[in-house]
Nanobody, 124 residues
Framework: QVQLVESGGGLVQAGGSLRLSCAASGRTFSSNGMGWFRQAPGKEREFVAGISWTGGVTYYADSVKGRFIISRDNAKNTVYLQMNSLKPEDTAVYYC?????????????????WGQGTQVTVSS
């Protein structure tokens, strides 16, 4: 059974940092593009960051560019999202997802596998 399990969420003050992890099991995703999305209450799920299968190409939403860093360790089948300078508007459930191929789609409908999500709450 393929699973993506996120961890690392929590409550943090504005300006603080969190590091999210997404561990995959059931199969390797070392040849797949991976993405992080988030969904706030009453809003649609939105793209946050993505990384190619080699880790050599990364993409970021304008709202997080310069503050968030996506990385991956294919030997551990794990993707990370380092979140710095957090703002209250970053509050959401964060999901990791695996794309069917090596590229990085920017919309959620293009991803095959999803984790259950981890809550990130940033207080002002």
């Amino acid at each position: 059974q393929v699973q993506l399990v996120e961890s690392g969420g929590g409550l943090v003050q504005a300006g603080g940092s969190l590091r999210l992890s997404c561990a995959a099991s059931g199969r390797t995703f070392s040849s797949n593009g991976m993405g992080w999305f988030r969904q706030a209450p009453g809003k649609e799920r939105e793209f946050v960051a993505g990384i190619s299968w080699t880790g050599g190409v990364t993409y970021y939403a304008d709202s997080v560019k310069g503050r968030f860093i996506i990385s991956r360790d294919n030997a551990k089948n794990t993707v990370y999202l380092q979140m710095n300078s957090l703002k209250p508007e970053d509050t959401a459930v964060y999901y990791c997802a695996a794309a069917p191929l090596s590229y990085v789609p920017l919309t959620p409908d293009r991803y095959d596998y999803w984790g259950q999500g981890t809550q990130v709450t940033v207080s002002s």
